[in-house]
T-cell receptor, first 111, second 114 residues
Framework: LAKTTQPISMDSYEGQEVNITCSHN???????ITWYQQFPSQGPRFIIQ???TKVTNEVASLFIPADRKSSTLSLPRVSLSDTAVYYC????????????FGAGTRLTVKP | EAQVTQNPRYLITVTGKKLTVTCSQN?????MSWYRQDPGLGLRQIYY???????DKGDVPEGYKVSRKEKRNFPLILESPSPNQTSLYFC?????????????FGEGSRLTVL
């Protein structure tokens, strides 16, 4: 199972772009990289997923370098409502059944 | 509406009094899992199930039991709760085939053991 390492916390201001990096040095060939967002007292919510290069949706972008040993979640022009904990998860449910989360990154967006 | 439903959402109990937290999903998902969340520790997996009658331990299974008699339900059983099981619990479900890791979570159950 690929272990993930993320910063414990980050601060930002409204309107800025935020980049959260996750390290996963022993990622396996079949593993995907998935990011979740969690607000206080709510269950985590899927944000974005990728395998390699770049993925973009209406909420975020995910950048994955060629060696796939890290990934960066990019949140454009954050607002106060983006204050949450963000989790990086590496694996593939059909492949290893192992959906274990790390400690996550607590993002605080200030006015 | 597709959802994962947990009950109760809040519970205060006493040490040693058996309790069950129910989890039900209406998406015909094979995979279901229980997590506990404690301050500074993130989400830790308790048990998971790949399908009916198939369950396995996660990282922190001690003090918990699960069963998977039906596809839609995955109850978490605390036979003799202790104060160190005071936590926020989440149930999650997902399809397995071709699934690369998208989990659907319930709203959470906050348990306090006195």
């Amino acid at each position: 199972l690929a272990k993930t390492t993320q910063p414990i916390s980050m601060d930002s201001y409204e309107g800025q772009e935020v980049n959260i990096t996750c390290s996963h040095n022993n990622i396996a060939t079949n593993d995907y990289i998935t990011w979740y967002q969690q607000f206080p007292s709510q269950g985590p919510r899927f944000i974005i997923q990728g395998y390699k290069t770049k993925v973009t949706n209406e909420v975020a972008s995910l950048f994955i370098p060629a060696d796939r040993k890290s990934s960066t979640l990019s949140l454009p022009r954050v607002s106060l409502s983006d204050t949450a904990v963000y989790y990086c998860l590496v694996g593939a449910l059909y492949n290893n059944n192992d959906m274990r989360f790390g400690a996550g990154t607590r993002l605080t967006v200030k006015p | 509406e597709a959802q994962v439903t947990q009950n109760p959402r809040y519970l205060i109990t006493v040490t040693g009094k058996k309790l069950t937290v129910t989890c039900s999903q209406n998406m015909n998902h094979e995979y279901m899992s229980w997590y506990r969340q404690d301050p500074g520790l993130g989400l830790r997996q308790i048990y998971y199930s790949m399908n009916v009658e198939v369950t396995d331990k996660g990282d922190v299974p001690e003090g918990y039991k699960v069963s998977r008699k039906e596809k839609r339900n995955f109850p978490l059983i605390l036979e003799s709760p202790s104060p160190n099981q005071t936590s926020l619990y989440f149930c999650a479900s997902s399809l397995i085939q071709k699934n690369t890791g998208e989990l659907f979570f319930g709203e959470g159950s906050r348990l306090t053991v006195l």
